[in-house]
């Protein structure tokens, strides 16, 4: 019953805060023409205002302006903060958008999904059935999806799934979890309409950690149609905070803290933001965006 219960629940926040980009990629007339009248209402998104970010793959060389001697960090990359900082009244610098449901692309169903080829060999047709030149950056965004979701599923204790359907991501879900396991789905919540995309946000109560095993975070990804790449570990802290912007904003936002990022790249980028290096003690924490999904089990 907890899962059929969650499942609706994951349903609904899906279809209220499934942002993933501010100015769709409309769905080309060829996939209609395939697909048939009955996906004409169907929107497909382009590169989200805020893409997934592989936090154990980005380099501090792909955020870092060569025309400055001592380089310009882009304020999209300051995502990062130590969990000293998780406190009442202080205040963290970060790059929070505010995504726009009504542009918000639903998940496939697992039906839809299945129609249509997800895997890295399958990009030349892919390209050609989204009416997408080889040369376009929604076919390098591709092309990055699909090899990324093509690497191992299991790595460094971590499990990853690409999720094309609500029905598979539950699955994923449920996989990490466990069948009988209840659970609950949180997401970082805007409550103010706000244009800025990077501020100062003060802490406004005292942050509330998220007691739970095991968690699983889904993030959406550049693609034209809704895909979230979802990952489970057991050893991340996640926090609750309430925030209030330099202009009026206010978050209810959920934070996540690597505890050990032994096994992350020294040239991450949250080290040099941090001043801090990959290690088993050495913390790097961050803000979910509001199109992400974090799925955590509920207390007994």
């Excluded at 969650?6 to 499934?18: D, G, P, R, T």
């Excluded at 376009?136 to 599923?153: H, V, Y």
């Excluded at 968690?215 to 609750?240: E, W």
């Amino acid at each position: 019953m907890g899962l059929h219960l969650a499942s609706w629940k994951v349903l609904l926040v899906l279809l209220l805060v499934c942002a993933c980009t501010s100015g769709a990629w409309k769905m080309s007339g060829k996939y209609l023409k395939e697909q048939g009248d009955s996906h004409q209402q169907i929107e497909v998104p382009g590169k989200s205002e805020h893409p997934m970010v592989d936090h154990h793959k980005i380099h501090a060389k792909q955020a870092i302006e060569p025309s400055s001697h001592m380089g310009h960090i882009d304020n999209s990359v300051r995502l990062f903060f130590k969990i000293t900082d998780l406190k009442l009244s202080n205040i963290i610098p970060t790059y929070l958008p505010q995504t726009d449901p009504s542009n918000s692309p639903h998940l496939f169903s697992r039906e839809q999904a299945d129609t249509i080829p997800f895997s890295l060999k399958d990009l030349p047709y892919l390209l050609d059935l989204f009416s997408y030149s080889n040369d376009s950056p929604q076919a390098k965004a591709m092309e990055d999806a699909l090899r990324m979701c093509g690497t191992n599923d299991h790595l460094n204790g971590e499990l990853k799934f690409c999720a094309t359907s609500l029905e598979s991501m539950l699955d994923f879900v449920r996989s990490v979890f466990g069948l009988k396991t209840d659970f609950e789905v949180l997401s970082t919540t805007h409550l103010v309409k706000s244009t800025a995309i990077f501020q100062n946000y003060t802490i406004l109560e005292d942050p509330e950690e998220i007691s739970s095993p095991k968690m699983v975070a889904c993030h959406t990804m550049p693609y034209p149609y809704a895909i979230f790449y979802c990952h489970g570990r057991a050893d991340n802290k996640l926090f609750k905070v309430s925030l209030g912007g330099e202009d009026g904003d206010r978050v209810e936002a959920v934070a996540v803290c690597h505890m050990d990022t032994s096994h992350w790249s020294p040239d991450h980028i949250s080290f040099r933001l941090l001043g801090t290096k990959p290690g088993i003690d050495s913390h790097v924490c961050h803000f979910f965006p509001t199109d992400n999904l974090v799925f955590v089990q509920k207390s007994t």
